[in-house]
């Protein structure tokens, strides 16, 4: 059964886990593959320039397959080295594909982001939840651990007091207190997420494709290096940037007091 549905209007392209029916379940067989061939679609059109990720349904997603887990099957089935392998060689794709998309990613959280389901969410560099949200690493109630790097991303959106609060207590906190602790930007009702996420992205896409990714990878790699490095970084990379056309449109656009028109050149 696929993952994703993937939808493109101009700039923004929306992938929806569409396994409404079950609330979602990631870690099937396939999923990585799949995840994957979005994310390197999206990476390779220079006309995206923003990415929605939501769930169908009511749930955004309740995280690994827990019937698979009961039977043994799938991913999480066969001995402890093809567990590991499945890891691997599936979830943990789904996971690199996504951390690797190189424009900026908003998560309509329209429900329950469960477990694998909220380390996915959290993947994304925006967080916008719907009032009917929640949130819960919930692993150690399984007598599993998280096998997603969630003990890696979590603690990088909320802090290490708060994500060990989560993992080892195996709480579900709702969409308020996810905000309070910095989960997520904002809570919407629930039937205005998806018209929320569009308008952020669509503000997003206004913005010079060019200067968007290298934003993003700065960003990102300001996250795991010193400094000077970043300084570096931002130094070789402006000065790339200043050779574009956006930037002179951008300088011309606000010299002329007029909204800009960037290109990608």
């Known amino acids: 059964m696929t993952l994703l549905k993937t939808t493109t209007d101009g700039p923004v392209t929306t992938l929806t886990i569409d396994r409404a029916d079950t609330m979602n379940p990631l870690g099937a067989p396939g999923d990585g593959e799949e995840f994957r061939a979005a994310c390197d ?11 929605i990720l939501t769930g169908a349904g009511r749930a ?12 043994k099957t799938g991913t999480f089935g066969g001995s402890t080295p093809a567990i590991s392998d499945g890891y ?3 979830i943990h794709m789904m996971l690199r594909a996504l951390h690797a998309i190189r424009v900026p990613v908003i998560a309509a959280v329209n429900g329950p982001a469960i477990g694998l389901g909220c380390d996915v969410a959290c993947l994304a560099d925006i967080r916008i939840a719907s009032d009917k949200a929640k949130f819960g690493v919930t692993f150690l109630k399984l007598g599993i651990i998280p096998g997603d790097g969630g003990t890696w991303i979590l603690p990088r959106v909320i802090g290490m007091s708060r994500a060990s609060e ?12 996810a905000q309070d602790w910095g989960l997520v930007s904002r809570v919407v009702p629930h039937e205005e997420l998806l018209a929320e996420a569009q308008a952020m992205a669509s503000k997003i896409a206004a913005m010079p494709p060019h200067s968007l990714r290298q934003s993003k990878m700065l960003l990102r790699q300001g996250q795991q290096v010193n400094y000077d490095t970043a ?8 000065a790339m940037m200043h050779m574009t056309d956006d930037h002179a ?10 909204p800009p028109e960037f290109k990608g050149k």
Do not use: H, P
Not at 60 to 71: E, H, L, V, Y
């Open 231 to 238: 300084l570096e970084m931002a130094a070789n990379t402006q």
């Open 41 to 51: 679609a999206i990476n390779r059109e220079m006309d995206v320039r923003c990415v």
């Open 166 to 177: 989560l993992f080892y207590t195996g709480d579900v906190i709702g969409a308020e207190q």
């Open 88 to 90: 691997r060689d599936n």
């Open 249 to 258: 449109e951008g300088v011309a656009a606000l010299i002329e007091k007029r």
């Open 60 to 71: 955004f997603s309740a995280g690994g397959d827990i019937k698979a887990m009961r039977d």
